[in-house]
Every structure is written in structure tokens, then in C-alpha cells.
């Protein structure tokens, strides 16, 4: 059993829609974060959280908005998404500390999202 | 600039074949991470080793072993008598000492044993 998981895996959605993707993690890390992977382009960082606080932003368009309630939590929001941001999003999580080399990014199963 | 580069993008063997998966990375940082996760159709990336610039050691974990060698910035990924299970895209990753929670990932290579 991974400990992250993702809920929905499979959602289907209209470019009108509003819907959320949903991640916790059962690891005890103070990071998560959000990924995409689409299938023309190599997987790529949306959003860092680290303690609840959003450390980066890798320039993500508005339609989508993360929420980290606490450190095990993470949601994505979705509203008014593209075609073309049918993918697959993974959340992940990590116990960043001064140690660094201790950092090891624990992926979840991921929501395969489709935009009609 | 910080890159990943795994030039196969496709192999294909036959299950008890020994296979070498390629990694090249590029980063300015003196001290970084490199990691190689397996994702198989599910989509989950599954975590298999991290390597710290620092430790140039080779590791070998049952049938599967990696080449770190730092002076041609490789980290390349073997799996001895391939087994149809291994069947699965594995991709090599990089991060940084100065951003340790980014993952920079490679294209991917789409590994196929064939029975």
C-alpha cells in the first residue's frame, strides 16, 4: 500500500466544470507537492508546499489552485480547464530538513484527469 | 542549467536479458541527488534508489544495480535477467542541493520484456 494516495484516479470533466483532486499522505512528511505528466511533455512541477506554506509555483496558470489545508492534506482545484490539460497528476511527498540528503520524493498512483 | 537526458526513448528484450537504461544529467550545484523511480501502467512512480553526489559507490539491490560515475555526470541503471514485471517506463530524476524539493525528470524509457 502506498503512502500517498490519490482520490479520484480516473475523472472526467467539462471545461465549465469546477472539480478537485484530493491527496494525503500517511508518511509523517512536512512537503507535498503537485505534478503533471502529459504526454508530450516530460514531468514537471506545478506546486511545492512545505509546512502547509506554498514555496513555489512553477508558473501555473489560475485554473488551477492548490490548497494545503495541513501537512498531510493537498487538493487541487480545478475550474475552466483546456483540453489540453488532460493528464496525469501525481502528488508526492518528502521530509525536507537540514539534512537534505535525506530528501527522498515519495510519489502517490496519480488522477488521470481527461477535459471534454 | 539543470537537465535530465535519457536518450532511449523505447527498448525492447526478451525476458533473461541483461539491459542497461541510460541517464545524463547537467547541473551547476556541486552537491545534488539522483534518483531513478519505475512507473508502471497504474501510473504510480515507484521510488527505486537515491544517490548523493557525494557517494560515488556503486549499488547493486538484487537484480537490478547503477553506474554513478560523476566524470562523464551518468548515472545509468542495470537490470540483470529482465523479468516481463520490469516491463514498465523508469525515469531518471535530478534535484538540487539548493532546491532539494524539485525533482528535475528525464524523457523516460519505456522498457518491454517480452516473455
Known amino acids: 500500500e502506498t503512502g500517498v494516495t490519490q482520490t479520484p484516479r480516473h475523472l472526467v470533466m467539462g471545461m465549465t466544470n469546477k472539480k478537485s483532486l484530493k491527496c494525503e499522505q500517511h508518511?509523517?512528511?512536512?512537503?507535498m507537492y503537485w505534478y503533471k505528466q502529459s504526454a508530450k511533455k516530460p514531468l514537471e512541477l506545478m506546486f511545492v508546499?512545505?509546512?502547509?506554506?506554498?514555496?513555489e509555483n512553477n508558473s501555473v496558470p489560475s485554473r488551477f489552485s492548490p490548497e494545503c489545508p495541513n501537512s498531510s492534506h493537498l487538493f487541487l482545484h480545478l475550474h475552466t480547464l483546456q483540453p489540453e490539460d488532460s493528464a496525469l497528476y501525481l502528488c508526492?511527498?518528502?521530509?525536507?530538513?537540514?539534512?537534505?540528503?535525506?530528501?527522498?520524493?515519495?510519489f502517490g498512483e496519480g488522477s488521470w484527469l481527461t477535459v471534454v | 542549467a539543470q537537465k535530465v537526458t535519457q536518450a532511449q526513448t523505447e527498448i525492447s528484450v526478451v525476458e533473461k536479458e541483461d539491459v542497461t537504461l541510460d541517464c545524463v544529467y547537467e547541473?551547476?550545484?556541486?552537491?545534488?541527488?539522483l534518483f531513478w523511480y519505475k512507473q508502471p501502467p497504474s501510473g504510480e512512480l515507484v521510488f527505486l534508489i537515491r544517490?548523493?553526489?557525494?557517494?560515488?559507490q556503486n549499488e547493486i539491490s538484487g537484480r537490478y544495480s547503477w553506474n554513478f560515475q560523476k566524470s562523464t555526470s551518468s548515472f545509468n541503471f542495470t537490470i540483470t535477467a529482465s523479468q516481463v514485471v520490469d516491463s514498465a517506463v523508469y525515469f531518471c530524476?535530478?534535484?538540487?542541493?539548493?532546491?532539494?524539493?524539485?525533482?528535475?525528470f528525464g524523457q523516460g524509457t519505456t522498457l518491454q520484456v517480452k516473455p
Open positions: 508546499y512545505n509546512f502547509k506554506e506554498q514555496t
Open positions: 530524476a535530478l534535484s538540487e542541493e539548493s532546491n532539494t524539493g524539485k525533482l528535475i
Open positions: 508526492a511527498s518528502s521530509q525536507l530538513s537540514p539534512d537534505s540528503y535525506r530528501n527522498t520524493i515519495y
Open positions: 547541473t551547476r550545484d556541486t552537491t545534488y541527488y
Open positions: 508518511l509523517g512528511h512536512n512537503a
Open positions: 544517490r548523493n553526489s557525494f557517494d560515488e
